[in-house]
Nanobody
Framework: QVHLVESGGGLVQAGGSLRLSCAAS????????MGWYRQGPGKQRNLVARITTDGSTNYGDSVKGRFTISRDDTKNTVDLQMNSLKPEDTAIYYCHLQQTFEIATLDYWGQGTQVTVSS
């Protein structure tokens, strides 16, 4: 089992910044990628950003140029720097880790951290 613990959420005014952090622990094997998803009220969970072990990144269209994802493989952590925040960024942000064990692909989720952006 893998445990993901998020931190850094909170309330911020539009135009402000927040930094989310996620630390992975437990039975960590071959990580494919780590990243962040978010789910707003009444909406489905969508990709915010993810980063692979070779450093390749993917971002959701709505956050490109504003958010930056980074990871520290020595600590099994992934961070999300969020700048120029908008009210529509308000959501619960979930840390995600995918790893491979033999022929199985395993997905793990954190408990989520609330980000609220006021106008």
């Amino acid at each position: 089992q893998v445990h993901l613990v998020e931190s850094g959420g909170g309330l911020v005014q539009a135009g402000g910044s927040l930094r989310l952090s996620c630390a992975a622990s437990g039975n960590i094997l071959k990580i494919n990628h780590m990243g962040w998803y978010r789910q707003g009220p009444g909406k489905q969970r969508n990709l915010v950003a993810r980063i692979t072990t070779d450093g390749s990144t993917n971002y959701g269209d709505s956050v490109k140029g504003r958010f930056t994802i980074s990871r520290d493989d020595t600590k099994n952590t992934v961070d999300l720097q969020m700048n120029s925040l908008k009210p529509e960024d308000t959501a619960i942000y979930y840390c995600h880790l995918q790893q491979t064990f033999e022929i199985a692909t395993l997905d793990y989720w954190g408990q989520g951290t609330q980000v609220t952006v006021s106008s």
